[in-house]
């Protein structure tokens, strides 16, 4: 059983998230391995790109997705026209590799389609098993222990928030790096 402290602490808070006229600030932001971490405010000259449409909506600094809260898709999305800044349409390859977990039916048929779409990316069927074997205790305590029960979509966010209070800083510093890696992996 998961205790009442596992359970707060697998639930994240965004933190808060100011959007102005050339700087987007975020004060605690929730992931210590993060740039964002603590206090961190980023001009639109250092944003690489902007995807206002993402589940959680995101920003790329470097090799790093900063996410927003969807409430803030059309201050993202103006913010993204005012400073002429590249907008795109980033795969969440996170909720793919996680959608065992979600709140409903995992067919065959959806996890050979899935491995399709992974494979596409150059994410390996071997690499995708390594993950969800690793993962899914933790992934399922997250969605259903904390009575989330989320049946649409688990992505980059939701792994980082379920394996925050699991890893140790050294181990979870490890596994936020990896976490990006994959988020950002191109065609």
């Given at each position: 059983m998961t205790s009442k402290e596992e359970i707060t602490a697998l639930l994240v808070d965004l933190g808060q998230v100011r959007i102005e006229q050339h700087t987007i600030t975020f004060?605690?932001?929730?992931?210590?391995?993060?740039?964002?971490?603590?206090?961190?405010?980023?001009t639109a000259a250092e944003?690489?790109?902007?995807?206002?449409?993402?589940?959680p909506p995101t920003i790329k600094v470097g090799d790093e997705l900063l996410f927003l809260s969807a409430t803030q898709q059309d201050a993202l999305k103006?913010?993204?026209?005012?400073?002429n800044l590249t907008t795109v349409d980033r795969p969440d390859l996170w909720s793919w590799i996680l959608e065992p977990?979600?709140?409903?039916?995992?067919?065959?048929?959806?996890?050979?389609?899935?491995?399709i779409k992974l494979a596409e990316y150059g994410l390996t069927e071997e690499f995708v098993f390594s993950l969800r074997q690793t993962l899914g205790p933790q992934m399922i305590k997250y969605n259903f222990d904390t009575m989330l029960w989320d049946w649409t979509n688990l992505g980059a966010f939701d792994v980082l928030s379920a394996m925050r209070s699991k890893y140790d800083k050294a181990a979870y510093q490890e596994f936020y790096k990896n976490v990006?890696?994959?988020a950002l992996v191109n065609k």
């Open positions: 004060v605690n932001y929730p992931f210590e391995p993060s740039i964002a971490f603590n206090h961190a405010t980023f944003m690489d790109n902007i995807d206002p449409t993402g589940y103006k913010f993204a026209a005012d400073n977990f979600l709140d409903t039916e995992f067919t065959d048929e959806t996890d050979e389609r899935l491995k990006m890696r994959v």
